[in-house]
């Protein structure tokens, strides 16, 4: 998902030298409402363009789940990682973020775009996270920051990172984030939740899922 605010930071960031005859994986590239692809491959000219997914779709090259990106690519694979709209909605983030920071080569960039507290739930399929700029500061820690903004139109987070040449990567395992879930910040989300939030929880799924056909008719017409 790309909204106009998305857009409008890759606009801004993008140096078409990361890209031009580079590769690039973009993680959770299945288009819903916009995909930043169209711009990069016409006015950037990527020599590779790979998109990953858990499901099929529009622009995804690869049926994959994020957590497995080391084991399919390989570490230092890939000059550029782009990840839009992705983190809120996987459980384990530590692993998705830390198979991210390790296929992306030495020198390589990643760019992330996610949601912060105050977006309201939004399943697609699973809503588990919120990130602040300060959970992203510390998430890239081991990273050059090169941009780090809250999203100016609506709650979110937008980063732009490079990968030094000397990389070690940073233990994560005590670190909290807000979970939408639980209503608070935790480093792990249990299985079992409390009965009310599971409730309230599982009707606002409902309306997500109804809102996900709706724009998935809406964007094939």
Not at 96 to 107: R, T
């Amino acid at each position: 998902m790309c909204s106009v605010s998305v857009i409008e930071f890759f606009v801004n960031e993008i140096q078409c030298d990361e890209f031009q005859g580079k590769k690039v994986l973009e993680v959770g590239s299945k288009y819903v409402n916009g995909s930043i692809r169209p711009l990069v491959e016409k006015f950037c000219k990527p020599k590779e363009y790979i998109g990953v997914d858990i499901e099929k779709g529009k622009f995804v090259d690869i049926e994959l789940p994020a957590e497995r990106l080391v084991e399919v690519f390989g570490e230092n694979s890939f000059d550029v990682v782009i990840s839009t709209e992705l983190l809120e909605h996987v459980k384990d983030w530590r692993v998705v973020i830390n198979n991210m920071k390790l296929v992306v080569k030495p020198m390589g960039y990643i760019y992330i775009t996610t949601r912060s507290l105050g977006f309201p739930y939004h399943a697609y399929p699973y809503d588990f996270w919120r990130y602040e700029v300060e959970d992203m500061a510390k998430i890239f820690s081991d990273f050059e920051i090169i941009k780090l903004i809250k999203d100016p139109s609506e709650p979110g987070v937008f980063l732009k990172a490079r990968k030094p040449n000397y990389f070690n990567l940073i233990d994560l395992s005590n670190m909290a984030l807000y979970s939408i879930i639980l209503d608070k910040r935790t480093r792990e989300i249990p299985n079992r939740w409390p009965l009310a939030r599971k409730l309230k929880i599982r009707t606002k799924e409902i309306f997500s899922k109804i809102s996900l056909k709706i724009n998935n008719y809406v964007s094939v017409r």
